[in-house]
C-alpha cells in the first residue's frame, strides 16, 4: 500500500494537508493546526461520532461533563 504523502500532490509553502472523510469548517481547521505538525506532509483525518482517527491513531471525544 501506498503512503499518502507519494500520491498527494507537493504543495510549495504547505503547513500540513489533511485528507478528510467530512468537509472542513474554520473551526475544525483551527483545532487541526494545534493537532498536526508542521512538517509539510499529508495527513489522513476520519471523523466518528465518538472519536477522531489521525493517521491511524484514535483519539476519543470528550465533553467537559464525561470528565468528573
Known amino acids: 500500500m501506498k ?19 467530512v468537509s472542513p469548517t474554520n473551526a475544525k481547521l483551527k483545532e487541526l493546526n494545534k493537532l498536526l505538525p ?5 495527513h489522513t483525518v476520519i471523523e ?5 482517527d489521525v493517521d491511524g491513531v484514535t483519539i476519543r471525544r470528550k465533553t467537559s461533563q ?3
Not at 3 to 20: E, F, H, R
Not at 38 to 42: E, F
Not at 48 to 52: I, R
Open 3 to 21: 503512503d499518502i504523502n507519494d500520491i498527494m500532490p507537493k504543495i510549495s509553502g504547505l503547513k500540513w494537508g489533511a485528507l478528510t472523510n
Open 38 to 42: 508542521h512538517d509539510h506532509k499529508w
Open 48 to 52: 466518528s461520532p465518538g472519536a477522531v
Open 66 to 68: 464525561s470528565m468528573t
